[in-house]
């Protein structure tokens, strides 16, 4: 079972990035899927899920500006991010699964970072 991230990087604010999460080793269309992060200094926070029905959720804080999306053909899940803000900097999850409270979710990617500065 793997999750590999990929996209992170440098933008400033205002900019947009798109990350993806190739998956392998299990059913992916059997799973729902998140999107956590976790900013310096601070614990997890989930960001976006999508079931397997394809229906999405969102933070408060980024919805209207990302946006979750899974392509079950190519195993991959993808988080489209727009008008990045400074306080979007963090080391960007995939986890398998709905979203949990910290890090108990069974199955983690190793993470991209995410960096939002002028």
């Known amino acids: 079972v793997q999750l590999v991230e990929s996209g992170g990087g440098m933008v400033q604010p205002g900019g947009s990035l798109r990350l993806s999460c190739a998956a392998s080793?299990?059913?992916?269309?059997?799973?729902?899927m998140t999107w956590v992060r976790q900013a310096p200094g601070k614990g997890p926070e989930w960001v976006s899920a999508?079931?397997?029905?394809?229906?999405?959720f969102y933070t408060d804080s980024v919805r209207g500006r990302f946006t979750i999306s899974r392509d079950n053909a190519k195993n991959t899940l993808n988080l489209q991010m727009n008008n990045l803000k400074p306080e979007d900097t963090a080391l960007y999850y995939c986890?398998?699964?709905?979203?949990?409270?910290?890090?108990?979710?069974?199955?983690w990617g190793q993470g991209t970072q995410v960096t939002v500065s002028s």
């Open positions: 986890a398998r699964g709905p979203p949990g409270t910290g890090w108990t979710n069974d199955c």
């Open positions: 999508i079931d397997t029905g394809g229906k999405t």
């Open positions: 080793g299990f059913t992916f269309t059997s799973y729902d």
